[in-house]
T-cell receptor, first 113, second 111 residues
Framework: KAGVTQTPRYLIKTRGQQVTLSCSPISGHRSVSWYQQTPGQGLQFLFE???????NKGNFPGRFSGRQFSNSRSEMNVSTLELGDSALYLC????????????FGPGTRLTVT | GENVEQHPSTLSVQEGDSAVIKCTYS??????FPWYKQELGKGPQLIIDIRSNVGEKKDQRIAVTLNKTAKHFSLHITETQPEDSAVYFCAASTGGFKTIFGAGTRLFVKA
């Protein structure tokens, strides 16, 4: 079974720009969660999508948003980028809502200059 | 808020030795405890997990132990190999987004 895929793997953006990241979960998995990973804050939960609806949200500003499509693929968008948004953005796939096992993709490394 | 403390932050062992990483959690409702291995340039990989109704679980060279009373759980890697070098994360969960991750342990295995 193919794992979680994320595109692009690397991005360099300028402050004020916006960015869209994409995630394809494991086949058959219907829940997608997004995490931000930084050296200082570790792994922080952004949001979870299931059946095309955002089910849970972490403590991030409204500049961070996402969506899920009918095939369970998900995108996250960050608008008005700030230097502090530089991070590794990880997508995690799981069978269903509130499932225990989460499987992470390779991440998208976002650098904001 | 709920948190997971992980120790040590860095661990260096000689190839063939054992490595132990310890975590403590605060949320007594946590009932699922996964461990992830993250290699450079990759996402965290689920390597082993344990549920609250089990005290110990083993998979080849890795084992996890859980002490619910003390809210401690540990990862044990025996006969370490250079390819075990990575960052290891513990987590405590009640399911889905209610997963709190430890800060990570950077393991170096010296050949």
């Amino acid at each position: 079974k193919a794992g979680v895929t994320q595109t692009p793997r690397y991005l360099i953006k300028t402050r004020g720009q916006q960015v869209t990241l994409s995630c394809s979960p494991i086949s058959g998995h219907r829940s997608v969660s997004w995490y931000q990973q930084t050296p200082g804050q570790g792994l922080q939960f952004l949001f979870e999508y299931f059946s095309e609806t955002q089910r849970n949200k972490g403590n991030f500003p409204g500049r961070f948003s996402g969506r899920q499509f009918s095939n369970s693929r998900s995108e996250m968008n960050v608008s008005t980028l700030e230097l502090g948004d530089s991070a590794l953005y990880l997508c995690a796939s799981s069978l269903g809502l509130a499932a225990y096992e989460q499987y992470f993709g390779p991440g998208t490394r976002l650098t904001v200059t | 808020g709920e948190n997971v403390e992980q120790h040590p932050s860095t661990l260096s062992v000689q190839e063939g030795d054992s490595a132990v990483i310890k975590c403590t959690y605060s949320d007594s409702a946590s009932n699922y405890f996964p461990w992830y291995k993250q290699e450079l340039g990759k996402g965290p990989q689920l390597i082993i997990d344990i549920r609250s109704n089990v005290g110990e679980k083993k998979d080849q060279r890795i084992a996890v132990t859980l002490n619910k009373t003390a809210k401690h759980f540990s990862l044990h890697i025996t006969e370490t190999q250079p390819e075990d070098s990575a960052v290891y994360f513990c987590a405590a969960s009640t399911g889905g987004f209610k997963t709190i991750f430890g800060a990570g342990t950077r393991l170096f295995v010296k050949a």
